[in-house]
């Protein structure tokens, strides 16, 4: 019961996180995009996006554990992707890429067996090859 709780309680945050960043996106108010990304990272995960390009997977992983870390890896390697498109729209080439790359790092060692992630998980892995690799 407290998971389930603990889980819509984290998609409705992530879902207005990324509604915040996708509008701010658009106005070009990338300053305030990587506050909302950070701060989101912070609450929610206890974790800075600098902190998260530097730790390997594993101890993220560890540092996140219980029986919602899917769907908490899952979160953070969205909110590092939609950080890595606000660095390459801002034109810094290696930012972006550094966080596009810690997004697949992070979608590589999710349980594929979560079959209410895999059709999410399989659209931010193309995604994110899209944008990282350009194919």
Same mark, same amino acid.
């Given at each position: 019961? /407290?998971?389930?709780?603990?889980?819509?309680?984290?998609?409705?945050?992530?879902?207005?996180?990324? #509604?915040?960043?996708?509008?701010?996106?658009?106005?070009?108010? /990338?300053?305030?995009?990587?506050?909302?990304?950070?701060?989101?990272?912070?609450?929610?995960?206890?974790?800075?996006?600098?902190?998260?390009?530097?730790?390997?997977?594993?101890?993220?992983?560890?540092?996140?554990?219980?029986?919602?870390?899917?769907? #908490?890896?899952?979160?953070?390697?969205?909110?590092?992707?939609?950080?890595?498109?606000?660095?390459?729209?801002?034109?810094?080439? #290696?930012? +972006? +890429?550094?966080?596009?790359?810690?997004?697949?790092?992070?979608?590589?060692?999710?349980?594929?067996?979560?079959?209410?992630? +895999?059709? /999410?998980?399989?659209?931010?892995?193309? +995604?994110?090859?899209?944008?990282?690799?350009?194919?």
């Amino acid at each position: 019961m /407290y998971e389930n709780d603990y889980i819509l309680r984290l998609i409705r945050q992530m879902t207005e996180v990324i #509604a915040k960043l996708v509008l701010n996106k658009k106005i070009k108010n /990338y300053d305030f995009c990587h506050e909302i990304t950070d701060t989101a990272l912070k609450e929610n995960f206890g974790l800075s996006k600098e902190l998260l390009l530097k730790l390997p997977v594993t101890s993220i992983k560890e540092l996140i554990g219980g029986d919602t870390n899917s769907q #908490a890896l899952f979160f953070i390697a969205r909110l590092l992707f939609h950080e890595g498109e606000i660095f390459d729209e801002e034109g810094f080439k #290696a930012q +972006s +890429s550094a966080y596009y790359n810690k997004s697949l790092e992070l979608l590589s060692v999710i349980d594929d067996d979560h079959d209410e992630l +895999s059709e /999410y998980i399989e659209h931010l892995r193309t +995604s994110v090859n899209s944008k990282y690799f350009g194919s």
